[in-house]
Every structure is written in structure tokens, then in C-alpha cells.
């Protein structure tokens, strides 16, 4: 992974295809994992087709060649494949950006790579986006990709409010278990997100949660004496960063550390993303340590 | 280093505006967006951190563009005027001869040679004394001082005047200033155009040995264009009426440069526009126009032809006085009734001749008063008038033509009238007799021409006994006509009458003009100009026509609105010309006297723009040492607006504001980006 070429966000959202973008993605950090990090599968036999030279001799049904002395090959499907569903948050503060590109945009390409990730392997691929309440839905279904990607490129940053309401009526209206990816910068205590996610967590789905910060929010440089405005409730507090600095960090680093501990437990996978960072490198980190998860279970 | 645009400079004051930035919008700024302040507590920045520049180095950088920049504008000149004079320790006497003539009012030579003159005010050292002297026609020293501050305040005070152009008066306060100075180092410098016009220096204009003269062109090298009215001309023509006279005024135009076409030319009496024309004139050539025939006031009346205004003003109006000529009066004496001379005269238009026709036993001494010639037509002596009176008429100025027909007599002519004729009444010869050679320059009979004259034959002549004064020799030699002064009138004495007795003359076509110029040459008489050019003089009994009423003392408004007087006791004889436009004379203690008018105008010679080497006014005026002095006298200085179109220093300047703004740029980059919020 460390000898292939990182791919800069800002240089995947000037793409423009996310589509394209998430392939590439895929096909970068795909190679570096030791097995298919599979989210969640079962596979059934399917059916039997007669052997051409070059199938592996290893799928022959010799039983059935024992009865029959023809050469067939045994061929499976999924047949119980897992409904994977990105949750973005689309809320103001998810418009921020601090010389690079805003949070929203790395966490549509995040989502754009993970649904095609998991529609490469079959799985049912759903989106939903939110602020305050649920904006747009996309059911999981194995044909549904297109419309994810269609979707995740007319999201824009607007409103904001609690997660706990858009996700208690996102759990209600799931009747299959499933894998729920949540993206969103999680500017509420700890103790509230987790009350939030219980609903999904509840209902026995996979929670991964990736909470995307920009750089800037978790070093504050900014150095002059001026006037903050919240994204989202448009109010203002006059703040002298150098003054504020270093509690600010200290409240940060408490606030992430309260949430890594919330949402350590459970059925929750809780990643921090800074919006910095190759997006390729992100979700290796993110499935590689899925996969370890997965197999220590 | 001087400033051409010094005012630019103002533009410093933009150097506060970063600052004035950073006090003022730093509170109005947008504030900064973030994504949720739940983590940001209140901490207001203290007052004093206000004060304090965000940036030194940016701020630094900006306030050196913006200064730069205000410094290009203002036009540097590096350099100075002082190497023009010299640079050596030596107290020096600098004599400025400032051409302040018309021609210098052409686009950009007054404001050179007033930039050039102040650069030299800059340049004088300690102990330096500069005496600034204006010239036109005539040169005045207007100040001579050692601080720059009081030449510059008389320099603030100089304007281009009307007059024409002379050096040679400029020149002789040049050398009486510097004889008078006791300075090691004397130094002329001469601001002008140098038209040639001026010329009119001799052996005479010379400086004194060891005087540098540095002659300085301000005419530039842009092509002259100017429109001028050169000259008026006013012709009387008999109107319709009894008596009455109208005027046709015509004006000779001139342009210098590109061809001008459907300018427009309008005649303008008393103020009030009367006719218009439109012409056209070829590139540096001229032409004429004439207006329709207007009423001519028996009463002097301000006029004027106006042409379009160009970039020249001052020469583009001509004024003039409008008036019908008075009379001039005759009185013709007949020993018999003949018509022939007094219709002749009277049928003259220009001058318009009143003749009062006596026979020569009724005139008497009163039929002189206000005549001023008395014509004998056929020799018959007025003895009602008698000799003495006639004579002392003469002598007074009165003219007389004694044309010594078949009347003439020796036994009628008192003695006391022979000093009217010369030698006498001659006696009657018959035979007849032509003209056998006239002088045909003289101006009694110059403009009719001598061929018809001496084709006349004469039946009788009489003998006139005089050696000088010969106009006309019969063809047997005697003399025919003889004019002689006496006194302040002339006498004219021809042997011929001029009633038709002895000759057909009178009816023949050159006749009139005949009998027309000769009482013209006896009255002396010539045409009041309608117009004279600036620096003329004019006494008041010029313009009044007649002596005995332009006695005393007269007060003169000039067309600036100028007082002063003239004639009489403590004031100057004549009336100095100086500017463009009309005076108006009135006699002082005469309630209700009209204003008598003078019309003045740029001399023609000044509208000449040619100009010549300067060079060859130093020659003039240095003669052989200007070959020693050579090398003391360099090519004309560049004025400061030369050497800054030479040095372009701006340019440099502005290539110093570019890399400061890069500078600031790299500078500006570094800081931390403002917060921005997109998708």
C-alpha cells in the first residue's frame, strides 16, 4: 500500500465522476487487503455446467462424474446477500472546508467508493441522506448503485440539527438486517450519538461510523482576533484563537476521545477521518481493520 | 531629481488606506465560518492588539507600491539645471531674457520656458543674483533678487503679452546689466522661440567680452497649426440714399498647418454678429473674404472679423473702426463757370470730396474755414480772399492748386500771393503744346498713368519759372506742373488750366483721377487706417483728423479696461499700443464727447512662426569671441519636460511598483487563508 501512489482528495473531487473515482479507489486499496473483505456473505450452490478446458479442476463435482463419468462443474451464488446502507449527513457544518475540500465532499467520495466496494461483492447497496430529517432515500437493492452515485452527487450541505431523530426513523423503516455506514462530523456529545445509533444497534445492524473532520478543526490555526459563525445556527461568538487555542484542542481531544469510548462497544465500528488524508488510505485503515475484526470473532 | 507633475504626490496619501484597512475594516470583516462552536468559548480580542499591525512587512510593501506609484505620476526628472550654467563655486550674474511675445502663446512654449526658468531659479547657488527680464517689442527687467521665492513670485505673475518680437532691445539691458556687474562669472540665457521674424539684431547688439550666453529653444518639435485674420480692409461705396455711405468690408484670412475647410468667419459690429461666411483654406496658405455692403455710422464704431477659435487665441479676431471717413473739403475758384472740376470731385467715393464752387470776385476769407484745398481752376485770383490770407491758408497746411489758365493774369496777382507760384505768373503761350515727360513715381500723378496724360495736346500754356519741384515738362522742356511746400501745406502750379479752355482734358476718362490725385497730394491727405498693429503709437489728432480738436489732454481705456492719459502737460504725446482689441479716447473735461477709437492688433510679422538657429543669435551677439567661447556655450538646454520624455523615469518607477506588488503577493500568500465555505 505504502509503494503505490496517493491519491489526493482534492484531485479525486476535480474528477467529477464519482463513479470512476470510487473504482479507482476500490481497485487501489483492494489489491492490499489479504482476503476479500467481505462485509457480511453466505454463498449456495447454484447449478452445474459442463467443463471446458482451462475451468479449475478444482470445482469438478466428482461425484457427479462418478455416477455419470461426464465432467461437470459446481457453480454458487449469494443468495442471502447484506443490505449495506451509507447514512450521510448532510447538514451545514459537513460544508466546511479550510483550503481543501469540504467534508461533505471527501465523505460523498467515501460513500461512493464504499457502496461500489460493496456492490462489487454483491451486496445490496442503499443511501440515505440527512440534517435535521431524512432528505432523500435510496433502498438497498443490487441495481440501486447507479442511483446511490446519482444521489451522493446532488447532496449540498444546508440545515442540521440532533442525529437521533433522522435515525430512529431510518431504523424503523429497515425490515432486514443490514450494515449501516454512517458519515458525518458529529457535533453532539458522545453520550447523545450513542443514544442516537442505539435504535440500529438495537434492531441487530452493523453500525460503522465514520466521523469526518476537517484538519483546521482539530488544529486550529487560525490566528487573528475575529468573529466565529456556526455553519449550521448561523450564531456568532468573537473568539481570539490564540487565547482559545490550546483549550480548544483540549476540548477536542476530549470530545474524540468520549466518543471513541461510546462507541467502542457493541455492534458499532467507530473510525475518525480527517479530510487530509488519502481517501484510499482511509478505507484500507477502515476494512482492514474490519477484516481483523471480522476473523478475530 | 525634480517633479514635472508635483501634485501627483498628493497620492501619498493612499498609503493610509491599508492602514486605515487594518484599523477599521478589521471590525467589519466577515467573521469566520466553523463548522459548530460547541468547543469555542467567548474571548474577545483586547483593544490594544487593534493597534498593532497584522503584517509589518505586507503593510510595508504596500505602503512602498502605493508611494511609488504616486511617484511615477508626479513625472521625475532626474538631474538638474545647474550643469546648463555651470557647475564652479564663482558668484555668478544670471540675466533671463524671457521671450513673452504673442508667438509664444503656440501649445507648450510658455510652459516650457517657464518650467526651463524655474529650473534655473533652482539651479542658482549662494551669492548667484538672477535678473529676470521680459521681452516682446520692448525689454523690462522685472526683478533681480539672489532668493529663488521672489523670482518665482514675479515668474508667477508673467503671461504671453500681444506684441511682436525684438531681440535687439533685449540685448541692450542684457549688455547694461552685465556691464553693471561686478560678478567674476556673467551668464545670459535666452527663453524664447526664436522667430525670425524678431530679428533685428546689428553690429551694435553685442555683449561684453566674457559674458556666456545660452540660448534655450522652447518652441518644440510639433508642427505649428494656426488660423489668423491678417487683415481688414474697409472700402466706401455711395449707398442708395442722399448722401449716404456703406462700407464693404473684406478680410484677408491665413492658415498655417493641415487644410481647413467650411470654417466659418463672421463679421461683428459693436458686439452684434452682422454677416457670416464659411471658407475654406488650403494647408498653409490663405485666402479672402468679403462681406455684403453694411450702412456706414457717421460715428466710429467698434468691429471686428472673427474666425473660428483654434489653439492659438488672440490672433483669430482682427478689430477694427468702423466709420465714414469725413469729407474732404474743397473749394474751387472760377474766373468763369466750368462744371468740369467740381463734378469730377464729386463724384468720388473714397474719399468723399465736398467741393464749394466761388467765383473769383465773390470768395471770401470765410469760405476757407474747415477747406482743406483751394483749387484755382483757371487761374482767376480770389482777390475777395486776398493773398495774405490765402498764403497764411497754406502755410497753416491748407493745400492749393493754381492751375494758370486763360484767366491767370500777372496784373491780378497781388504781390502778396507770389510767393504762391513760382516766378510768378508766367505768360500765355499759343501753340499748341503737349506733355513731353512726366515723372511718373510722383504720387500727384503716379496712379493714372502717363500715357493718356501725355497724349493731351494743349492749345495755350503758360510758362512757370522754376528749376525744382518738376512733375511735368511740356515737350518743349518748360516746366507743365510744379509742387513746392510752404509752410505745412503744399502748393501745386501747373501750366494749364483746367477748365476745358485750352485743352479737352476735362473731358477725357483719366480726368477725375487727375484732378482727384491732386487734391489729394495738396490736402496730404491719406486714408485713416482702421486698424493699427500693437506697438504703433498714435497721438490723438491722428485719429481726429483734425489738429486744432485733439488739443489737450485725453483719457484712454484700453480694451482690458486699462486707464490712463495721454497728451498735454506730465503725460506721455502718444498712446502706446500694448494689446489686442479697441482703446477709446475722450477728451478730458468735454462732458458727452464721443469716444474716439483705436483698433489694435497682433503685427502681422508675429504671425510669421518661422524660426531660426538659435545659434546664430549667439554669433550675433558674442561676434569673434563666440568662437572662443564655443565650448561655453552648449546646444540648447532640454527643458525639464525634454529630459524627463528622454529619461522616461516613470517607466522605471513603475516597473518598482510591479515587483512590489509580486513582493507582496509571494508576502500576501504566506499568511493563513481566510475560512471559506463550499461544496
Same mark, same amino acid.
Given at each position: 500500500?505504502?509503494?503505490?501512489?496517493?491519491?489526493?482528495?482534492?484531485?479525486?473531487?476535480?474528477?467529477?465522476?464519482?463513479?470512476?473515482?470510487?473504482?479507482?479507489?476500490?481497485?487501489?486499496?483492494?489489491?492490499?487487503?489479504?482476503?476479500?473483505?467481505?462485509?457480511?456473505?453466505?454463498?449456495?450452490?447454484?447449478?452445474?455446467?459442463?467443463?471446458?478446458?482451462?475451468?479449475?479442476? =478444482?470445482?469438478?463435482?466428482?461425484?457427479?462424474?462418478?455416477?455419470?463419468?461426464?465432467?461437470?462443474?459446481?457453480?454458487?451464488?449469494?443468495?442471502?446477500?447484506?443490505?449495506? *446502507?451509507?447514512?450521510?449527513?448532510?447538514?451545514?457544518?459537513?460544508?466546511?472546508?479550510?483550503?481543501?475540500?469540504?467534508?461533505?465532499?471527501?465523505?460523498?467520495?467515501?460513500?461512493?467508493?464504499?457502496?461500489?466496494?460493496?456492490?462489487?461483492?454483491?451486496?445490496?447497496?442503499?443511501?440515505?441522506?440527512?440534517?435535521? @430529517?431524512?432528505?432523500?432515500?435510496?433502498?438497498? &437493492? %443490487?441495481?440501486?448503485?447507479? +442511483?446511490?452515485?446519482?444521489?451522493?452527487?446532488?447532496?449540498?450541505?444546508?440545515?442540521?440539527?440532533?442525529?437521533?431523530?433522522?435515525?430512529?426513523?431510518?431504523?424503523?423503516?429497515?425490515?432486514?438486517?443490514?450494515?449501516?455506514?454512517?458519515?458525518?462530523?458529529?457535533?453532539?456529545?458522545?453520550?447523545?450519538?450513542?443514544?442516537?445509533?442505539?435504535?440500529?444497534?438495537?434492531?441487530?445492524?452493523?453500525?460503522?461510523?465514520?466521523?469526518?473532520?476537517?484538519?483546521?478543526?482539530?488544529?486550529?490555526?487560525?490566528?487573528?482576533?475575529?468573529?466565529?459563525?456556526?455553519?449550521?445556527?448561523?450564531?456568532?461568538?468573537?473568539?481570539?484563537?490564540?487565547?482559545?487555542?490550546?483549550?480548544?484542542?483540549?476540548?477536542?481531544?476530549? +470530545?474524540?476521545?468520549?466518543?471513541?469510548?461510546?462507541?467502542?462497544?457493541?455492534?458499532?465500528?467507530?473510525?475518525?477521518?480527517?479530510?487530509? +488524508?488519502?481517501?484510499?488510505?482511509?478505507?484500507?485503515?477502515?476494512?482492514?481493520?474490519?477484516?481483523?475484526?471480522?476473523?478475530?470473532? | 531629481?525634480?517633479?514635472?507633475?508635483?501634485?501627483?504626490? /498628493?497620492?501619498?496619501?493612499?498609503?493610509?488606506?491599508?492602514?486605515?484597512? +487594518?484599523?477599521?475594516?478589521?471590525?467589519?470583516?466577515?467573521?469566520?465560518?466553523?463548522?459548530?462552536?460547541?468547543?469555542?468559548?467567548?474571548?474577545?480580542?483586547?483593544?490594544?492588539?487593534?493597534?498593532?499591525?497584522?503584517?509589518?512587512?505586507?503593510?510595508?510593501?504596500?505602503?512602498?507600491?502605493?508611494?511609488?506609484?504616486?511617484?511615477?505620476?508626479?513625472?521625475?526628472?532626474?538631474?538638474?539645471?545647474?550643469?546648463?550654467?555651470?557647475?564652479?563655486?564663482?558668484?555668478?550674474?544670471?540675466?533671463?531674457?524671457?521671450?513673452?511675445?504673442?508667438?509664444?502663446?503656440?501649445?507648450?512654449?510658455?510652459?516650457?520656458?517657464?518650467?526651463?526658468?524655474?529650473?534655473?531659479?533652482?539651479?542658482?547657488?549662494?551669492?548667484?543674483?538672477?535678473?529676470?527680464?521680459?521681452?516682446?517689442?520692448?525689454? @523690462?527687467?522685472?526683478?533681480?533678487?539672489?532668493?529663488?521665492?521672489?523670482?518665482?513670485?514675479?515668474?508667477?505673475?508673467?503671461?504671453?503679452?500681444?506684441?511682436?518680437?525684438?531681440?535687439? $532691445?533685449?540685448?541692450?539691458?542684457?549688455?547694461?546689466?552685465?556691464?553693471?556687474?561686478?560678478?567674476?562669472?556673467?551668464?545670459?540665457?535666452?527663453?524664447?522661440?526664436?522667430?525670425?521674424?524678431?530679428?533685428?539684431?546689428?553690429?551694435?547688439?553685442?555683449?561684453?567680452?566674457?559674458?556666456?550666453?545660452?540660448?534655450?529653444?522652447?518652441?518644440?518639435?510639433?508642427?505649428?497649426?494656426?488660423?489668423?485674420?491678417?487683415?481688414? *480692409?474697409?472700402?466706401?461705396?455711395?449707398?442708395?440714399?442722399?448722401?449716404?455711405?456703406?462700407?464693404?468690408?473684406?478680410?484677408?484670412?491665413?492658415?498655417?498647418?493641415?487644410?481647413?475647410?467650411?470654417?466659418?468667419?463672421?463679421?461683428?459690429?459693436?458686439?452684434?454678429?452682422?454677416?457670416?461666411?464659411?471658407?475654406?483654406?488650403?494647408?498653409?496658405?490663405?485666402?479672402?473674404?468679403?462681406?455684403?455692403?453694411?450702412?456706414?455710422?457717421?460715428?466710429?464704431?467698434?468691429? =471686428?472679423?472673427?474666425?473660428?477659435?483654434?489653439?492659438?487665441?488672440?490672433?483669430?479676431?482682427?478689430?477694427?473702426?468702423?466709420?465714414?471717413?469725413? $469729407?474732404?473739403?474743397?473749394?474751387?475758384?472760377?474766373?468763369?463757370?466750368?462744371?468740369?472740376?467740381?463734378?469730377? /470731385?464729386?463724384?468720388?467715393?473714397?474719399?468723399?470730396?465736398?467741393?464749394?464752387?466761388?467765383?473769383? @470776385?465773390?470768395?471770401?476769407?470765410?469760405?476757407?474755414?474747415?477747406?482743406?484745398?483751394?483749387?484755382?481752376?483757371?487761374?482767376?485770383?480770389?482777390?475777395?480772399?486776398?493773398?495774405?490770407?490765402?498764403?497764411?491758408?497754406?502755410?497753416?497746411?491748407?493745400?492749393?492748386?493754381?492751375?494758370?489758365?486763360?484767366?491767370?493774369?500777372?496784373?491780378?496777382?497781388?504781390?502778396?500771393?507770389?510767393?504762391?507760384?513760382?516766378?510768378?505768373?508766367?505768360?500765355?503761350?499759343?501753340?499748341?503744346?503737349?506733355?513731353?515727360?512726366?515723372?511718373? &513715381?510722383?504720387?500727384?500723378?503716379?496712379?493714372?498713368?502717363?500715357?493718356?496724360?501725355?497724349? *493731351?495736346?494743349?492749345?495755350?500754356?503758360?510758362?512757370?519759372?522754376?528749376?525744382?519741384?518738376?512733375?511735368?515738362?511740356?515737350?518743349?522742356?518748360?516746366?507743365?506742373?510744379?509742387?513746392?511746400?510752404?509752410?505745412?501745406?503744399?502748393?501745386? *502750379?501747373?501750366?494749364?488750366?483746367?477748365?476745358?479752355?485750352?485743352?479737352?482734358?476735362?473731358?477725357?476718362?483719366?480726368?477725375?483721377?487727375?484732378?482727384?490725385?491732386?487734391?489729394?497730394?495738396?490736402? !496730404?491727405?491719406? %486714408?485713416?487706417?482702421?486698424?493699427?498693429?500693437?506697438?504703433?503709437?498714435?497721438?490723438?489728432?491722428?485719429?481726429?483728423?483734425?489738429?486744432?480738436?485733439?488739443?489737450?489732454?485725453?483719457?484712454?481705456?484700453?480694451?482690458?479696461? @486699462?486707464?490712463?492719459?495721454?497728451?498735454?502737460?506730465?503725460?506721455? !504725446?502718444?498712446?502706446? /499700443?500694448?494689446?489686442?482689441?479697441?482703446? %477709446?479716447?475722450?477728451?478730458?473735461?468735454?462732458?458727452?464727447?464721443?469716444?474716439?477709437?483705436?483698433?489694435?492688433?497682433? $503685427?502681422?510679422?508675429?504671425?510669421?512662426?518661422?524660426?531660426?538657429?538659435?545659434?546664430?543669435?549667439?554669433?550675433?551677439?558674442?561676434?569673434?569671441?563666440?568662437?572662443?567661447?564655443?565650448?561655453?556655450?552648449?546646444?540648447?538646454?532640454?527643458?525639464?519636460?525634454?529630459?524627463?520624455? =528622454?529619461?522616461?523615469?516613470?517607466?522605471?518607477?513603475?516597473?518598482?511598483?510591479?515587483?512590489?506588488?509580486?513582493?507582496?503577493?509571494?508576502?500576501?500568500? =504566506?499568511?493563513?487563508? $481566510?475560512?471559506?465555505?463550499?461544496?
Amino acid at each position: 500500500m505504502t509503494d503505490r501512489v496517493r491519491l489526493d482528495p482534492a484531485t479525486l473531487v476535480r474528477i467529477g465522476n464519482l463513479e470512476l473515482v470510487a473504482r479507482w479507489v476500490v481497485e487501489g486499496f483492494i489489491s492490499g487487503l489479504h482476503r476479500s473483505p467481505h462485509l457480511g456473505y453466505s454463498t449456495d450452490f447454484a447449478e452445474h455446467r459442463p467443463y471446458v478446458p482451462g475451468d479449475d479442476i =478444482r470445482h469438478v463435482d466428482w461425484r457427479v462424474f462418478a455416477r455419470t463419468e461426464r465432467t461437470y462443474l459446481k457453480t454458487y451464488e449469494a443468495d442471502t446477500n447484506t443490505n449495506v *446502507t451509507v447514512l450521510l449527513d448532510v447538514s451545514a457544518s459537513m460544508g466546511y472546508a479550510h483550503g481543501g475540500i469540504s467534508k461533505l465532499q471527501y465523505a460523498k467520495l467515501a460513500a461512493a467508493t464504499l457502496s461500489w466496494f460493496s456492490r462489487r461483492q454483491r451486496d445490496r447497496v442503499g443511501l440515505v441522506t440527512f440534517a435535521e @430529517e431524512v432528505r432523500e432515500i435510496v433502498p438497498p &437493492s %443490487a441495481r440501486h448503485l447507479p +442511483h446511490v452515485l446519482h444521489t451522493l452527487e446532488r447532496a449540498t450541505a444546508r440545515g442540521g440539527g440532533p442525529l437521533a431523530g433522522p435515525l430512529a426513523r431510518i431504523a424503523q423503516s429497515q425490515q432486514r438486517r443490514g450494515v449501516f455506514v454512517l458519515l458525518s462530523d458529529l457535533y453532539e456529545p458522545a453520550s447523545a450519538i450513542a443514544r442516537a445509533l442505539a435504535p440500529l444497534t438495537g434492531a441487530g445492524h452493523d453500525v460503522i461510523v465514520l466521523q469526518v473532520l476537517d484538519a483546521a478543526e482539530r488544529t486550529f490555526p487560525f490566528g487573528d482576533a475575529t468573529t466565529f459563525r456556526d455553519l449550521e445556527s448561523g450564531e456568532r461568538l468573537p473568539v481570539t484563537p490564540a487565547a482559545m487555542r490550546a483549550r480548544y484542542l483540549a476540548a477536542m481531544d476530549a +470530545h474524540l476521545t468520549a466518543m471513541r469510548g461510546a462507541l467502542s462497544g457493541g455492534r458499532v465500528d467507530y473510525h475518525l477521518i480527517d479530510t487530509s +488524508h488519502p481517501l484510499e488510505r482511509v478505507l484500507f485503515d477502515v476494512l482492514a481493520r474490519r477484516e481483523f475484526l471480522r476473523t478475530a470473532v | 531629481m525634480g517633479l514635472l507633475a508635483p501634485l501627483f504626490l /498628493l497620492g501619498l496619501a493612499a498609503i493610509a488606506v491599508p492602514l486605515l484597512m +487594518h484599523l477599521v475594516h478589521r471590525e467589519k470583516r466577515e467573521p469566520t465560518a466553523f463548522p459548530s462552536l460547541m468547543l469555542l468559548e467567548r474571548t474577545p480580542a483586547p483593544f490594544t492588539a487593534r493597534r498593532h499591525l497584522r503584517d509589518p512587512l505586507l503593510f510595508l510593501l504596500r505602503a512602498l507600491a502605493v508611494a511609488a506609484l504616486a511617484l511615477a505620476f508626479a513625472r521625475p526628472v532626474l538631474g538638474r539645471a545647474r550643469a546648463l550654467l555651470g557647475g564652479d563655486a564663482q558668484q555668478r550674474e544670471i540675466v533671463v531674457l524671457l521671450d513673452r511675445s504673442f508667438s509664444m502663446r503656440l501649445p507648450g512654449r510658455w510652459s516650457r520656458a517657464m518650467a526651463a526658468t524655474d529650473s534655473i531659479i533652482g539651479s542658482m547657488a549662494r551669492g548667484d543674483r538672477l535678473t529676470l527680464v521680459a521681452f516682446a517689442r520692448r525689454a @523690462e527687467a522685472l526683478v533681480s533678487a539672489t532668493e529663488a521665492s521672489v523670482l518665482r513670485s514675479a515668474l508667477q505673475g508673467l503671461s504671453p503679452s500681444d506684441d511682436g518680437t525684438r531681440f535687439a $532691445p533685449a540685448v541692450a539691458l542684457a549688455r547694461e546689466l552685465a556691464e553693471k556687474s561686478e560678478a567674476p562669472r556673467k551668464v545670459v540665457v535666452v527663453l524664447s522661440d526664436f522667430q525670425r521674424s524678431g530679428w533685428d539684431l546689428s553690429a551694435e547688439s553685442r555683449l561684453p567680452a566674457g559674458v556666456a550666453v545660452h540660448p534655450i529653444d522652447v518652441s518644440g518639435a510639433a508642427s505649428v497649426s494656426d488660423r489668423a485674420v491678417r487683415a481688414v *480692409t474697409v472700402r466706401a461705396v455711395k449707398g442708395s440714399g442722399e448722401g449716404s455711405t456703406r462700407a464693404i468690408v473684406a478680410a484677408r484670412l491665413s492658415n498655417v498647418g493641415p487644410a481647413v475647410r467650411q470654417i466659418g468667419v463672421r463679421l461683428e459690429v459693436s458686439g452684434r454678429v452682422v454677416q457670416q461666411r464659411v471658407v475654406d483654406i488650403a494647408r498653409d496658405g490663405a485666402t479672402a473674404v468679403e462681406f455684403d455692403a453694411i450702412p456706414l455710422p457717421p460715428d466710429a464704431v467698434p468691429a =471686428r472679423v472673427v474666425l473660428a477659435n483654434d489653439s492659438v487665441s488672440g490672433d483669430d479676431a482682427y478689430h477694427f473702426r468702423l466709420q465714414a471717413a469725413p $469729407p474732404l473739403r474743397v473749394l474751387a475758384i472760377e474766373g468763369r463757370p466750368s462744371p468740369f472740376v467740381s463734378r469730377a /470731385l464729386a463724384l468720388n467715393d473714397d474719399p468723399r470730396i465736398e467741393v464749394l464752387v466761388r467765383r473769383a @470776385e465773390g470768395a471770401t476769407a470765410a469760405d476757407l474755414v474747415g477747406r482743406r484745398v483751394v483749387i484755382l481752376v483757371d487761374g482767376a485770383f480770389p482777390r475777395g480772399l486776398g493773398g495774405d490770407r490765402l498764403v497764411q491758408f497754406v502755410r497753416e497746411g491748407g493745400g492749393l492748386i493754381a492751375a494758370l489758365g486763360e484767366q491767370a493774369s500777372a496784373r491780378t496777382w497781388p504781390s502778396a500771393a507770389r510767393a504762391l507760384v513760382p516766378g510768378g505768373v508766367g505768360e500765355r503761350r499759343s501753340g499748341t503744346m503737349a506733355l513731353g515727360t512726366m515723372d511718373a &513715381s510722383h504720387p500727384a500723378v503716379g496712379e493714372i498713368g502717363s500715357g493718356a496724360l501725355l497724349a *493731351t495736346r494743349f492749345a495755350a500754356t503758360r510758362a512757370i519759372d522754376t528749376t525744382g519741384g518738376v512733375v511735368a515738362r511740356f515737350a518743349d522742356g518748360r516746366a507743365a506742373l510744379v509742387e513746392h511746400a510752404l509752410g505745412a501745406g503744399r502748393v501745386v *502750379t501747373m501750366g494749364m488750366g483746367l477748365d476745358g479752355t485750352w485743352s479737352d482734358l476735362p473731358t477725357q476718362p483719366l480726368f477725375l483721377p487727375f484732378v482727384v490725385n491732386l487734391t489729394r497730394y495738396a490736402a !496730404a491727405w491719406r %486714408a485713416a487706417p482702421v486698424a493699427e498693429a500693437i506697438g504703433a503709437r498714435v497721438r490723438p489728432s491722428d485719429i481726429a483728423g483734425t489738429g486744432a480738436s485733439a488739443v489737450g489732454q485725453w483719457a484712454v481705456e484700453s480694451p482690458s479696461g @486699462e486707464r490712463s492719459i495721454v497728451g498735454g502737460a506730465n503725460a506721455p !504725446a502718444a498712446l502706446e /499700443l500694448t494689446e489686442a482689441g479697441v482703446y %477709446a479716447m475722450r477728451p478730458r473735461g468735454v462732458p458727452g464727447a464721443r469716444a474716439r477709437l483705436v483698433a489694435a492688433n497682433v $503685427p502681422s510679422a508675429e504671425l510669421d512662426f518661422a524660426t531660426m538657429d538659435p545659434s546664430r543669435l549667439v554669433t550675433a551677439v558674442l561676434g569673434d569671441a563666440s568662437r572662443d567661447a564655443a565650448p561655453a556655450t552648449p546646444p540648447a538646454e532640454p527643458t525639464p519636460a525634454e529630459r524627463e520624455a =528622454r529619461q522616461s523615469a516613470w517607466w522605471y518607477v513603475l516597473l518598482a511598483v510591479l515587483l512590489l506588488l509580486l513582493a507582496e503577493s509571494v508576502v500576501a500568500r =504566506r499568511a493563513p487563508a $481566510p475560512s471559506r465555505v463550499g461544496v
